[in-house]
């Protein structure tokens, strides 16, 4: 059975680092684009970045780039968001998400309703 579990979470200071790991079973990483998304309280869900096998490079929304990153260990198949110059926005309740799509203009990957599988979840805090 396909299953996604987030690891990584907690309590950070701003400007700090912390990373995050979601682990597949079930299927292979390299078969699908894995996506991340938070949700802060009172807010929209909302997609911050995707790694895919078809493209050579990860996308990200603005607010991120520069400061995440994602990637793959195919070995272990894990998909890691490594998290710098973290900011108290950014705290937030954070996934991982599985999508079959190859995302476009048409099915931006930050559309959460073209992921098929969800992983539980992971809380961030950045807080003094």
């Known amino acids: 059975q396909v299953q996604l579990v987030e690891s990584g979470g907690g309590l950070v200071q701003p400007g700090g680092s912390r990373r995050l790991s979601c682990a597949a079973s079930?299927?292979?990483?390299?078969?699908?684009?894995i996506g991340w998304f938070r949700q802060a309280p009172g807010k929209e869900r909302e997609g911050i970045s995707c790694?895919?096998?078809?493209?050579?490079?990860?996308f990200y929304v603005d607010s991120v780039k520069g400061r995440f990153t994602t990637s793959r260990d195919s070995t272990k198949n894990i998909v890691y968001l490594q998290m710098n110059s973290l900011k108290p926005e950014d705290t937030a309740a954070y996934s991982c998400?599985?999508?079959?799509?190859?995302?476009?203009?048409?099915?931006?990957?930050?559309?959460?309703?073209?992921?098929?599988?969800w992983g539980q979840g992971t809380q961030v805090t950045v807080s003094s």
């Open positions: 998400a599985a999508s079959g799509r190859v995302f476009s203009s048409s099915y931006p990957y930050t559309d959460d309703t073209l992921y098929d599988y």
């Open positions: 079930g299927f292979n990483v390299t078969d699908y684009d």
């Open positions: 790694i895919s096998s078809t493209r050579s490079s990860p």
